[in-house]
């Protein structure tokens, strides 16, 4: 139950459309841990030895901006999680502590000899979420530094250098609409000290947490399994909570994402969530439906839905 409690529940209106949907963060915090923190950290650690290039990727010039980064993050995880994490400073001597993994380290701030990775690879391996820096120059964002374990079927080695248009070209109606543009200006007047978040979401068939564009061979074939009698336990509500910090000295984004999944079985037991989610559904229009990949089984999501609509006794 804690599960359904506690999962990010993304919609507020019965239709979806694209829309910059971000909101001023209540809570400044750019990391959230759940229950899965152990597991998830393992995977992540296991995806970066076994697939660097694919996992993380970074241009020379974003290392102080890198630096800045890790020291937010270490700020928010000594701040929000004081019993988990912990931080003494002489100087520029930091010794960080993670208490779960058990584990110390020590090193001196903006000194890269004194870590074994560059800075945001080191405490991208301390938290669930994926982090990517944008650098903003010539009234543009570039994506120029990333740690991405988890991604929604995208590329980082791929989207390495990309502007913000560029990365969200294949997004159909976004540049039509006027919403890249309309998000970017947003994006560059992000101030420091006022963060912002959003939700995205899809589905997915199987319960993998790195769907990289490298690997669809390996995962997007599960679409075809979806049936109505294992569509509850196989398909998942994917929902990314992904927050802005503006990072004052370098002038840089940085862009956290955190990716939660919940199966349709679960997440139906919330009855509210469940007669939205299926008018949402129901009303997605088709170049919504084809760029998330839901196509091929978005029917029999219905199907599972309405009978669970039914067995409540509701139309
Ligand atoms: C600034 C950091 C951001 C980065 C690095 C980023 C990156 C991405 C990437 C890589 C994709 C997938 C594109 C593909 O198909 O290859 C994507 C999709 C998308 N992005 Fe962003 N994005 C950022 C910020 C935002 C913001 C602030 C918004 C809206 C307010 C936004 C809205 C969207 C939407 C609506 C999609 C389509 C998602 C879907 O239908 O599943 N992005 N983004």
Request: include cysteine.
């Amino acid at each position: 139950m804690d599960e359904l409690k506690g999962f990010p529940y993304p919609f507020k209106e019965d239709i979806y459309r694209y829309s910059n949907n971000s909101t001023l963060l209540g809570q400044p915090n750019c990391i959230e841990l759940t229950s899965n923190y152990r597991k998830e950290i393992h995977l992540k650690r296991n995806l970066l030895i076994k697939h660097p290039e694919r996992c993380y990727q970074s241009l020379p010039h974003t290392i102080p901006s890198q630096w800045e980064a890790m020291s937010l993050i270490t700020n928010h995880l000594i701040t929000y999680f004081p019993e988990k994490f912990s931080l003494v400073k002489d100087g520029n001597n930091w010794t960080f502590r993670n208490y779960p993994l058990n584990e110390e380290y020590c090193f001196t701030f903006g000194d890269n000899k004194s870590l074994a990775m560059e800075p945001l690879d080191f405490i991208g391996r301390h938290v669930q979420e994926d982090i990517i820096i944008m650098m903003q120059r010539d009234g543009d964002l570039y994506l120029d530094a990333g740690q991405l374990c988890f991604p929604a079927n995208w590329s980082l080695a791929f989207n390495l250098g990309m502007n913000f248009k560029e990365i969200h070209q294949p997004i159909p109606g976004f540049k039509e609409e006027g919403l890249d543009n309309r998000i970017l200006q947003f994006l560059l007047r992000l101030e420091d000290g006022a963060p912002w978040g959003r939700k995205n979401w899809s589905l997915m068939a199987g319960s993998r947490l790195d769907t990289s564009l490298e690997t669809f061979d390996a995962w997007g074939k599960d679409r075809r399994k979806v049936t109505f009698e294992n569509a509850g336990e196989l398909v998942r509500l994917r929902v990314e909570v992904q927050k802005l910090f503006r990072l004052p000295r370098s002038g840089s984004i940085l862009f956290t994402i955190h990716t939660h999944l919940l199966p349709l079985e679960k997440f139906v037991l919330n009855e509210e969530w469940l007669v939205q989610f299926t008018r949402i559904l129901e009303e997605l229009p088709p170049h919504i439906t084809d760029y998330k990949g839901l196509a091929l089984y978005k029917n029999t999501v219905l199907d599972y839905l309405r009978a669970r609509l039914k067995e409540k006794g509701i139309k």
